[in-house]
């Protein structure tokens, strides 16, 4: 029910990827292939190559393989698939919104950096709530322990911390239980990466679908003016923003009163297919087979005394 990083394409990820004049891409998490959809024809017009990194497609890869042939496809988590590649000019992170993958990533772009000698746009999302300071797992068990918070199959509600089973979105995939504790989230990897690096890193967010974050070496904006302009445009504290801001609050709560219906829905659904189930086995049952003269003569009884009713007066 949450949205996914490809909202943010038109209106913000191409145009910096023109300003870049990026061509070749690393896509992390293909989800249903509408990103990679809008990657791969990017890369078509302008491009070199698209990475399209995913253990686990929701969709038929060889759909996208067959439209887009400078589409490249590694089958495995990113943390193995970032390793066999050597540079790139633009990173989209949207895999698994976990500390510890995130830091993972981020690492390997920089080796990455180191090897090709150019420290690439990397751009990120899910940087605001309800996974910046929360982890979600795909797969708790591909976590090493101690980077695991503890956690549950559960939901998200908006002005709670609490997980819940009850009401709320994303019920099918692990949350940490706690959100805002050290390691946890995909905004605290984010700012936990650039403790160190602060002097050659720049990172900003757009608010919004989740939240994007911009990662970027200054250089990059030292060398690309429409690049540094589109940046200072994203940066600026205009009304806008705080406007987008807020809608951003009212669109979460109304994720979270869809997600408390859906729950009701749900609910009513297994009630529903219980009670049809009961009512099959009853009509199948001999009793009901073998009463069934009686109650034809009943329905008969109450169509002639139907008949036989005075009128009623007024
Ligand atoms: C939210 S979806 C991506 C949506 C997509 N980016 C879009 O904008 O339409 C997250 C995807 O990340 C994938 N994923 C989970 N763990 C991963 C990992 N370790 N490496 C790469 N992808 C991962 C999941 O299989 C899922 O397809």
Known sequence: MLTAMHRFFPSIIE???????????????????????????????????????????????????????RVRFHKKRSIEALQEIDACDAVLIDGDHNWY?????????????????KFPLVLLHDVAWPY???????SPEEIPKEFLHPHLRAAIVPGD???????????????????GTP????????????????????????????????????SL??????????????????????????MEEERNKMLGKLGEHEHIVRRLQRECAEK????????????WRWTLPLRKL??????????NRPAQTP
């Open 15 to 69: 145009p910096l990827l023109r300003s870049i004049n990026a061509r070749s891409l690393i896509e992390i998490g293909m989800g249903e292939g509408k990103h990679s959809h809008l990657l791969a024809a990017y890369c078509e017009e302008h491009g070199d190559e698209l990475q399209c990194i995913d253990p686990r497609p929701w969709f038929d890869a060889a759909t996208l393989l067959g439209k887009y042939p």
């Open 101 to 117: 993958t995130v830091t993972q990533e981020l690492k390997l772009i920089e080796a990455m950096a180191k090897r090709s000698g």
């Open 132 to 138: 910046d300071r929360r982890d979600l797992y795909y």
């Open 161 to 179: 911390k609490n997980l819940s089973l009850t009401k709320g979105f994303n019920a099918h995939s692990f949350h940490a239980t706690e959100e």
């Open 183 to 218: 390691r946890n989230g995909v905004l605290t990897a984010i700012e936990d990466f650039l403790k160190e690096r602060a002097a050659q890193l720049r990172f900003i967010t757009v608010p919004g679908f989740q939240g994007l974050g911009i990662l970027f070496p200054l």
């Open 221 to 246: 904006a030292e060398k690309q003016p429409p690049f540094r302009a589109l940046i200072q445009d994203l940066e600026r504290k205009t009304p806008l923003k705080g406007h987008v801001e807020k």
């Open 276 to 287: 049809e189930m009961i009512l099959q086995r009853m009509r199948r049952s001999k009793s």
């Open 298 to 307: 009943h329905k008969n009884a109450r169509v002639i005394a139907s008949r």
